[in-house]
């Protein structure tokens, strides 16, 4: 027996093995700061979780419409009005079993066999393989670290081909936390308009901004596409949900693949994340906000005296994406191998560029800032030491 021929291009995590070794170093007593895991270290608002617990009291234990609680969708929609003043319509909202499951359905509504979408060289891993899982493409642009690592226009008309029917681009982005502006994703859309194609745009890191605003491309155009999610701004990402902004045309297709892939999104879950819109829990979600603000402002500084070249500027999500070439170490071409012996010298868990694309991976490494300033303080005495070496 043999497994399909597609796996074949759909890579593991190279951090998994990281993970794995950190995971055997702590049983065996070793004091490890993770700073490799792309989640909060907080956990879901407590509002929440009652809300959870709540509805599986009442026995909300069952199927929910595909597309997800018309209550969920309406205060996402209210969402939109007030934290952004934008209309959009709960009718165009679908919930999601998390940003991937909508990263999944949207994949399965617009790419044929053998076509593809331009995705961002580095960028979020995943978004190939649920190309690769539907037998598409993601060609992999190589980006600019002076252009932030963005998908610019002109690399979009470059990389454009014939089998080519849209571009997926995450703001703010993994691994770099850079954010495009307003104009930016315009300037994108109008190259993917000009080519009858699709924008997709991955907002999962909104709300998670420090000095700056990400704008939305809810209602940009009826190519347009915005995946979002619970998992990092609401600190959700074991409840698994997300949601999905699309145009009206697409709306009863999308319905039908749920129907046919999911059934529905997690019915506790969803019960769960309408307490999230409630206005302290937004308080609390903001002070966290500010939290993830101080850390960026503590350890940006703190990776560039040792060393660490951080190009793109990182205004949002908990990622910073820097480049260990400059660096006085042996293993300064090679981050998978400097991820691990930084691990086994240190306890100090990051994850290797190699994971996010094929460009220039070898020179980059991501740090999480999901540990609060002390420890991310304790990591960066450590990882002193450890160039000393
Ligand atoms: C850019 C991006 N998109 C999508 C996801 C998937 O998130 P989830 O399925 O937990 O909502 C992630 C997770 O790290 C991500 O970084």
Same mark, same amino acid.
């Given at each position: 027996m043999k497994s399909a021929n597609r796996l074949k291009s759909i890579a593991p995590f190279h951090v998994m093995d990281l993970l794995a070794k950190a995971k055997q170093m702590q049983a065996e007593g070793r004091d490890i700061i993770h700073l490799?895991?792309?989640?909060?270290?907080f956990s879901s608002p407590k509002a929440a979780i009652d809300a959870g617990i709540g509805a599986l009291k009442r026995g909300n234990t069952h199927y929910t419409a595909a597309t997800g609680l018309p209550e969920l969708r309406q205060a996402i929609s209210d969402f939109y009005l007030s934290r952004y003043k934008k209309q959009v319509s709960p009718e165009q909202i679908m919930i999601t079993p998390g940003a991937s499951g909508a990263l999944q359905l949207i994949s399965s509504l617009l790419v044929d066999v053998g076509e593809n979408l331009l995705l961002t060289d580095p960028g979020y891993p995943c978004n190939r393989h649920f190309l690769a899982n539907i037998n598409g493409d993601g060609i992999l642009v190589p980006t600019e670290a002076e252009q932030d690592f963005h998908l610019t226009p002109t690399l979009a008309k470059e990389n454009w081909n014939d089998a080519t029917i849209g571009a997926l681009v995450a703001s703010p982005s993994n691994p770099t936390g850079a954010i495009m502006s307003k104009q930016q994703i315009q300037a994108l859309h109008k190259v993917v308009t000009d080519q009858q194609g699709c924008l997709i745009v991955?907002? &999962? +890191? @909104?709300?998670?901004? +420090?000095?700056c605003d990400a704008e939305t491309?809810?209602?940009?155009?009826?190519?347009v596409f915005v995946i979002n999610s619970f998992s990092k701004y609401f600190a959700m990402t074991g409840w698994r949900l997300g949601w999905l902004v699309a145009p009206e045309w697409a709306m009863k297709d999308l319905d039908k693949l749920a129907q046919n892939l999911f059934l529905a999104p997690s019915t506790p879950a969803q019960y769960a994340a309408l307490a999230l819109f409630e206005p302290d829990c937004i308080a609390e979600l903001e002070t966290r906000r500010a939290q993830f603000s101080l850390r960026l402002n503590y350890l940006l500084p703190a990776l560039e005296n040792l060393g660490f070249v951080v190009p793109a500027k990182p205004q949002?999500?908990?990622y910073i994406y820097a480049d &260990? #070439?400059?660096?006085? @170490?042996?293993? #300064?071409?090679d981050s998978m191998a400097f991820c691990l012996k930084l691990l086994e010298q240190t306890g100090v868990a990051i994850t290797p560029g190699i994971d996010f694309g094929h460009q220039q991976g070898h020179h980059f490494v991501r740090f999480a800032y999901t540990a609060d300033i002390p420890v991310l303080s304790d990591a960066v005495n450590r990882i002193a030491t450890f160039l000393k070496s």
């Open positions: 490799e895991v792309g989640e909060p270290d991955d907002e &999962i +890191y @909104h709300g998670l901004t +420090y000095g491309a809810v209602d940009l155009a009826d190519n949002g999500a908990f &260990i #070439s400059g660096l006085k @170490h042996a293993l #300064s071409n």
